[in-house]
């Protein structure tokens, strides 16, 4: 029974986003009805997904870290977790660096003169990054919806109460798991709508952009896709079936409802609760996702970091700058690491790449070639990224059976 309303969702999900395409393509002349008259409905969503979040993502890291009723599990799988990501999102890189060098002479050559962008002067520097990461007040991260210092607040605490447990003895912990299950039960609600969610999210941004967007950055966009999908395909399925036994086939067509909401919100966090089930039904431990897929959300952005290597190699073609390999691995270094700071929102992914440029000494302007097409970057990025947590959960929830199979 369960099974069967799941599915039904799964499809509504389907049909909404191919509404939304038809509607959106049939309204491409009159986009202020589309953004005036349909985007609030999506704005409605993402506001009641992003009011849930914080506090899901809290207790959930916690719920999480208390269920493993040990610092050194926790070590065992937070270390699993670090170094997947790290590995899949150097890898992601790399791969947007060698297609994007490659399909080089395809990229137009862009007018860049009196190009002008306003990075953000909180987001771009590496040490205020990592200083932000740490919270000094405990109401601010929910108020700012600052995810990583949600994260590390919820990580403190997680572990203190284990430590208050092996202290005192026989602590309880299930106020954790009943505000855990309110903020659960409270997503599966928000779910639902996805549908609605879906359709007045997409149509308004087919409606605006319509197919001539494509235009002139058709070619910088379409290596950005192959990428996603080569990396997807290859990273994820190489991952999965080797490490998570499981058929990638069977991961993909689990993981679509997901993939389709990602597509549409272009938010990680927005999919979270959506990834986390699809995540369970392919059998990753409610234990590890709870855990693995909020931290992934926030600092796990493997489409993000092909997106940045792509449009590093972009602008600099259209600055008719030669990267050097020195520059490359810079680039490398600074993606992966600008992904971790990138919040699981539309458009963070375009904030951050200007410290990549930054790095490596390129016009921090150049963001303006691709400002224009973003969200269409956006919506690609997001779908890797998520599915890049989903395999991480999968792979460590099998890692963690063997390890206990091994010890019994
Ligand atoms: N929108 C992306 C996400 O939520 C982040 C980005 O802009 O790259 O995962």
Redesign the pocket.
């Known amino acids: 029974m369960q099974e069967k309303k799941k599915m039904a969702l799964s499809t509504q999900i389907f049909i909404a986003l191919v509404l939304a395409i038809i509607a959106g393509i049939a309204l491409t002349g009159h986009p202020e009805f589309a953004t005036g008259y349909i985007k609030p409905f999506g704005t409605i969503f993402l506001n009641l997904i992003k009011w849930i979040v914080g506090p899901l993502v809290f207790f959930s890291i916690m719920a999480g870290v208390v269920s493993m009723r040990d610092i050194k599990k926790v070590g065992t799988i937070g270390g699993s977790t670090v170094v997947y990501y790290m590995c899949t999102t150097a890898f992601a890189v790399a791969i947007g660096l060698l297609f994007a060098n490659l399909f080089k002479g395809a990229f137009p050559v862009l007018s860049t003169t009196g190009l002008t962008f306003e990075p953000s002067a909180t987001s771009v520097n590496f040490m205020d990054t990592l200083v932000g990461i740490f919270p000094s007040n405990f109401v601010v991260p929910f108020v700012e919806a600052n995810m990583l210092q949600i994260i590390v607040a919820s990580l403190i605490i997680g572990f203190a109460l284990i430590l208050l447990s092996d202290s005192k003895g026989n602590v309880e912990f299930t106020f954790v798991d009943i505000a855990n299950d309110i903020c659960m039960k409270a997503m599966e609600m928000i779910i639902k709508l996805s549908p609605i969610g879906v359709f007045c999210l997409l149509c308004p941004v087919v409606a605006e952009n319509g197919p001539s967007v494509l235009g002139s950055l058709a070619k910088v966009l379409l290596v950005a896709y192959i990428c996603y999908i080569v990396h997807a395909v290859v990273v994820y399925s190489l991952t999965v079936s080797t490490l998570g036994h499981l058929s990638p086939i069977t991961f993909f067509k689990g993981m679509m409802p997901a993939i389709i909401m990602?597509f549409s919100s272009?938010?990680?966090?927005?999919t979270l609760p959506l990834n986390m089930e699809c995540s369970e039904k392919l059998g990753a431990d409610k234990e590890v996702t709870s855990f693995v897929l909020p931290l992934g959300?926030t600092i796990n952005?493997d489409?993000?970091a092909i997106?940045q290597g792509v449009c590093s190699v972009f602008i600099a073609s259209c600055f008719g700058i030669q990267l050097t390999f020195a520059q490359m691995l810079t680039i490398v270094l600074t993606a992966t690491l600008a992904?971790i700071g990138?919040?699981?929102?539309?458009?963070?992914?375009?904030v951050?790449l200007a410290m990549v440029l930054q790095s490596v000494g390129l016009p921090v302007e150049g963001i303006a070639l691709v400002a224009g097409v973003d969200r269409i970057f956006?919506m690609g990025?997001?779908v890797v990224?998520?599915t890049g947590d989903a395999s991480c959960a999968v792979v460590v929830s099998e890692m963690q059976r063997r390890r206990l199979a091994k010890k019994k």
């Open positions: 990602a272009a938010s990680s966090v927005g959300a952005m489409g993000t997106y992904s990138t919040a699981g929102v539309p458009g963070a992914g375009m951050m956006d990025r997001t990224n998520i």
